[in-house]
């Protein structure tokens, strides 16, 4: 007889960080678990799942993960947007996790099977002065990473996103009742972000990758001189190096470096990427599988990359909850075009809501073999990590204005 979804509920919780976990039930007693975490807009979503989405899901096939997708996307009227996005991402992935279970099989085996026995990844690095970033990459090194994000202060500047003095992780969100705000001087980073870059290619040699993230800050031909100047630097990405509302931005990058780009956190459907991808102005799509719909909306996105040979590198930070992480890495291992999978790592604590059975040994991920996504949530150790209002920062100029970041 078929399965019928008989509750969906919503969990916001944090354990180390705030997340948002949505749990699926059917009459059989199979449970899949989502995750729809947007961060510093956590409880958003939450209503959107708890007020929207839930109700519309109670007697349901779980099976029928398309036909739900279409229905939440198509049968609403209003398209895309981060809520929306993340929201159906997490009823996808829950619906992923269930259909694997039903079989019997880790979902990867669902979509395909595996086209590579592993999966490439890189994490952060970060240290205010060069000394320090060098003691940061060589901690990474020493972890087994071959691939590593190298993130500096910059002089003159009191703080930088992405960076924390003395320590070798952030976490993007910072607690409180409202953001915290930072000065930006760009003309200050484009003088010291080559000599840094520059300082780390030598300290390590040129077999490892290095990747630099510019978190969007840059105007397109500030973009375009850094792509440049970073060139004899043999970056394996210069990440997020202008917005990308005005997508013909990159096209001016483009033309002026050969440095490759890689984009698209903040993007959350195929729609934000295509003229990027059929244009061929980046060389790496960074959606994270979540905040782009889930499995079920991310492989079109992989597809669509691939016909271009644009290369699948999804966003992989703390603020996507180890669910996200097990389906990214799922979808990683059955897409032939993947080029390397972000693992920021996550505080320890989150482990005790979190159980997975991913894993990562010497920089090479794999989801496991276990049934479903593989990663199972404690509900009671949930409870004990209640909801704390946490902000990512805001940027001003020296002048006071707001600019991006
Ligand atoms: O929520 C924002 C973070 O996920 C983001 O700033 C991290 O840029 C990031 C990255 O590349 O991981
Ligand atoms: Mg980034």
């Known amino acids: 007889m078929t399965d019928r979804i008989r509750s969906a509920e919503v969990i916001v919780s944090s354990p180390g960080r705030n997340f948002v976990t949505l749990k699926i039930l059917t009459e059989d007693g199979i449970v899949g678990w989502g995750d729809a975490t947007v961060n510093g807009r956590e409880l958003a979503v939450a209503s959107y799942l708890r007020d929207h989405v839930a109700p519309l899901l109670i007697g349901r096939d779980p099976a029928r993960i398309e036909d739900c997708w279409q229905l939440l996307y198509r049968g609403?009227?209003?398209?895309?947007?981060?809520?929306?996005?993340?929201?159906?991402?997490?009823?996808?992935?829950?619906?992923?996790?269930?259909?694997?279970?039903?079989?019997?099989?880790?979902?990867?085996?669902?979509?395909?099977?595996?086209?590579?026995?592993?999966?490439?990844?890189?994490?952060?690095?970060?240290?205010?002065?060069?000394?320090?970033?060098?003691?940061?990459?060589?901690?990474?090194?020493?972890?087994?990473f071959r691939a590593v994000r190298a993130q500096s202060g910059v002089p003159g500047l009191e703080t930088v996103y992405g960076v924390h003095r003395g320590e070798t992780s952030y976490e993007p969100a910072s607690r409180g009742a409202s953001p915290i705000e930072e000065v930006w001087d760009s003309r200050a980073y484009l003088r010291h972000a080559p000599r840094v870059l520059s300082a780390i290619r030598e300290h390590v040699g040129e077999e490892i990758e290095l990747l630099h993230d510019a978190h969007h800050r840059l105007r397109p031909i500030e973009a375009a001189q850094l792509g440049k100047d970073l060139e004899p630097v043999k970056l394996f990405w210069l990440e997020d190096v202008t917005t990308a509302e005005n997508q013909e931005a990159l096209r001016l990058v483009r033309e002026h470096t050969a440095t490759p780009l890689a984009l698209g956190e903040v993007f959350n459907t195929i729609w934000d990427c295509k003229d990027l991808i059929t244009g061929q102005s980046i060389d790496f799509i960074r959606s994270s599988v979540m905040h782009a719909g889930g499995i079920s909306?991310?492989?079109?996105?992989?597809?669509?990359?691939?016909?271009?040979?644009?290369?699948?590198?999804?966003?992989?930070?703390?603020?996507?909850?180890?669910?996200?992480?097990?389906?990214?890495?799922?979808?990683?291992?059955?897409?032939?075009?993947?080029?390397?999978?972000?693992?920021?790592?996550?505080?320890?604590?989150?482990?005790?809501?979190?159980?997975?059975?991913?894993?990562?040994?010497?920089?090479?991920?794999?989801?496991?073999?276990?049934?479903?996504?593989?990663?199972?949530?404690?509900?009671?150790?949930a409870a004990r990590f209640p909801y704390s209002r946490a902000y990512l920062p805001v940027a001003r100029r020296r002048d006071g204005t707001v600019t991006d970041w």
């Open 76 to 144: 609403v009227y209003w398209r895309r947007g981060p809520i929306t996005m993340a929201a159906i991402g997490s009823v996808d992935l829950a619906l992923w996790d269930i259909r694997g279970k039903t079989l019997g099989q880790p979902v990867y085996n669902l979509l395909g099977g595996a086209v590579r026995d592993e999966i490439l990844s890189y994490t952060h690095a970060t240290g205010w002065s060069i000394e320090e970033l060098k003691d940061s990459v060589d901690e990474v090194l020493s972890r087994g």
């Open 297 to 381: 909306h991310s492989r079109r996105i992989n597809d669509l990359a691939a016909l271009w040979q644009v290369q699948v590198a999804p966003h992989g930070p703390s603020d996507v909850s180890p669910i996200t992480m097990a389906a990214s890495l799922h979808l990683d291992l059955a897409t032939p075009n993947l080029g390397i999978q972000e693992h920021m790592g996550y505080p320890s604590v989150t482990s005790e809501v979190f159980h997975s059975t991913y894993t990562l040994a010497d920089g090479m991920l794999h989801p496991g073999d276990a049934p479903g996504l593989g990663v199972e949530v404690d509900e009671a150790a």
